[in-house]
Structures are given as structure tokens and as C-alpha cells.
């Protein structure tokens, strides 16, 4: 599995390194005690954390929108199993331009 990152052009190369880390989490039952290591190790508090990774987008690289190619975008590292469990994935986008269609026709 690979991820693809696109960061905000002003975000420094200590905020892409604490994303790195953020989306590196891949145990099912410590999401918190991941936080509180990136909390500690980077000296920093809850709302900066998700300041910087707001700053930051996701995409699995194998994941793709059926219709238009899109990659899936992550919202948070629990999202990945789910995302690589899909079948077939329409993006919103897609969705919405074909009024619904694409998932009425599944």
C-alpha cells in the first residue's frame, strides 16, 4: 500500500514529517495513544495537530473512482481498510454529475 501526499505549498518540512507520521498509524485500537506520542514528540497541542494535517491531503494510490479515475482521498488512517475493502468506488463528484445514476445502476 502506498499513500500519496499533497501538502499545502507554505507547510514546512517539519509539518510534512508530522503528517508522515500521523498517516503511518496502522494499529486498530491505539488511535489515541498515537495522538499523544505525535502530541509529545512534536511538542505540540490537539488543535495544532489538526491545523497541519488539514494542510495536508491523502490519496491511496490504488484506489481509484471507476468513472474518472480519481484516487480516494483519506480523511483519517481508519479509512484505508475500508477504502482497500471497496469493490468499485465513484467519486462524489461523478456521483453527482450523473445525477445519481452511477449508484442507482449498481
Known amino acids: ?6 501538502f499545502d505549498s507554505a507547510l514546512e518540512d517539519a509539518a510534512k514529517r ?5 498517516w503511518s498509524y496502522v494499529s486498530p ?3 489515541i ?3 499523544e506520542l505525535l502530541f ?3 511538542n505540540i497541542e ?8 488539514a494542510k495536508c491531503q491523502v490519496y491511496l494510490d490504488d484506489v481509484h473512482c471507476e468513472y474518472c479515475g480519481r484516487p480516494y482521498q483519506l480523511d483519517v488512517p481508519a479509512d484505508v481498510p475500508y477504502a482497500r475493502r471497496l469493490n468499485s468506488w ?3 463528484g461523478c456521483i453527482s454529475f450523473s ?6 445502476d449498481r
Open 1 to 6: 500500500m502506498s499513500l500519496n501526499f499533497v
Open 18 to 22: 508530522l503528517c508522515h507520521e500521523y
Open 29 to 31: 485500537s491505539n488511535y
Open 33 to 35: 495513544a498515537h495522538l
Open 40 to 42: 509529545y514528540d512534536h
Open 46 to 53: 490537539f488543535d495544532e495537530l489538526f491545523a497541519t494535517l
Open 90 to 92: 465513484f467519486c462524489d
Open 99 to 104: 445525477g445519481g445514476q452511477l449508484i442507482v
